[in-house]
């Protein structure tokens, strides 16, 4: 799915959509709803909270029922502190966009998709927090531990050696970020007249080297220049629109918290040079790891309970 992470249970909501609901329903939910279970650095994680994250893992058709929804829980208040401590959270806005996504993946409408997290016991609102850890929480690791994860020189020969002496190839980017802003205040008013806007600016954008003059003709547009960006560099949310975008000059659009946009293709080719060949290995070394989790996370989050008062009631 979207976001920093994949989402495990495409299959079991589609399922789900089609036979009904489960027998953990939400009116369990309801019942266990005020009792407070743990206490994690001031934030209290009700028994509520944990019926709702144990009917989710059951959506998901994993076990470890409420010990491991507790566990889960724990966990995910620990990293929200840490990610509003260094402010690195995704908007609500993404959250909203990436809920509709996860919707439209699965043939769904978003209110077809929250009765289903309804009568699951799971509920739209945990889902979105669940959502919103999952976007920010590997921002914040990289943000983080983003360059203290380079090889070294020579571990970079020896991985060209076992290579046969070949540095990999991948696909070099020079991007722009085109924005049709939408201020806070009129989000709700303009966003689809601004997507319209944008879808159909596109077939008229004459190219990154005049793309400042060409934002000139339109209000409130903004331009940025990405640089130089591979194709393992690429956002989650924004790879699979660069790729069908092909050779073609921009991608599709989407709705982000700045207001509606697209990316510009300035330039693209197939590259090998030293930095192209690093990143390249760092991408396959974490696609080893087990579900493709940075170590890192896993550091930083035991950095986090070592620090953490946590009090089981």
């Given at each position: 799915m979207m976001m920093g992470g994949k989402f495990s249970i495409v299959r079991a909501l589609s399922a789900l959509a089609i036979a009904g609901a489960l027998s953990f329903s939400a009116?369990?939910?309801?019942?266990?709803?005020?009792?407070?279970?743990?206490?994690?650095?001031?934030?209290?994680i009700t028994s509520g909270d944990i019926a709702k994250r144990t009917a989710f893992l059951r959506l998901q058709h994993q076990g470890g029922g409420a010990a491991e929804a507790k566990k889960q829980l724990i966990d995910e208040v620990l990293k929200r502190g840490e990610i509003a401590r260094v402010q690195q959270s995704v908007s609500t806005?993404?959250?909203?966009?990436?809920?509709?996504?996860?919707?439209?993946?699965?043939?769904?409408?978003?209110?077809?998709?929250?009765?289903?997290?309804?009568?699951?016991?799971?509920?739209?609102e945990h889902f979105k927090q669940y959502i919103a850890v999952q976007m920010s929480w590997p921002r914040l690791v990289n943000f983080r531990?983003?360059?203290?994860?380079?090889?070294?020189?020579?571990?970079?020969?020896?991985?060209?050696?076992?290579?046969?002496?070949?540095?990999?190839?991948?696909?070099?980017?020079?991007?722009q970020q085109v924005i049709f802003v939408i201020p806070e205040s009129k989000r709700g008013a303009i966003t689809g007249k601004r997507q319209a806007e944008a879808n159909a600016s596109r077939s008229k954008f004459p190219g990154c080297d005049s793309s400042k003059a060409f934002a000139a003709n339109y209000r409130d547009v903004s331009i940025r220049s990405l640089g130089r960006v591979l194709a393992q560099q690429?956002?989650?949310?924004?790879?699979?629109?660069v790729e069908k975008a092909g050779d073609g000059m921009t991608t599709g659009t989407r709705v982000t918290d700045k207001g509606v946009e697209y990316l510009a293709i300035c330039k693209k080719r197939q590259v090998n040079d030293d930095t192209?060949?690093?990143?390249v290995f760092r991408a396959e070394d974490l696609g080893k790891k087990t579900g493709s989790e940075d170590p890192n996370s896993a550091k930083y989050l035991e950095e986090l309970r070592a620090?953490?008062?946590i009090i089981n009631k």
């Open positions: 009116a369990t939910v309801a019942r266990a709803a005020s009792e407070v279970k743990v206490i994690v650095n001031n934030v209290v806005q993404e959250v909203d966009a990436a809920y509709a996504r996860f919707a439209a993946g699965n043939k769904l409408s978003t209110e077809q998709l929250g009765k289903i997290l309804e009568q699951a016991g799971v509920g739209v531990y983003g360059s203290a994860n380079r090889l070294s020189g020579g571990d970079l020969v020896k991985r060209m050696m076992e290579a046969g002496g070949d540095k990999p190839v991948t696909t070099e980017y020079f991007l690429l956002p989650e949310e924004w790879k699979p629109l192209a060949a690093e990143i620090k953490a008062q």
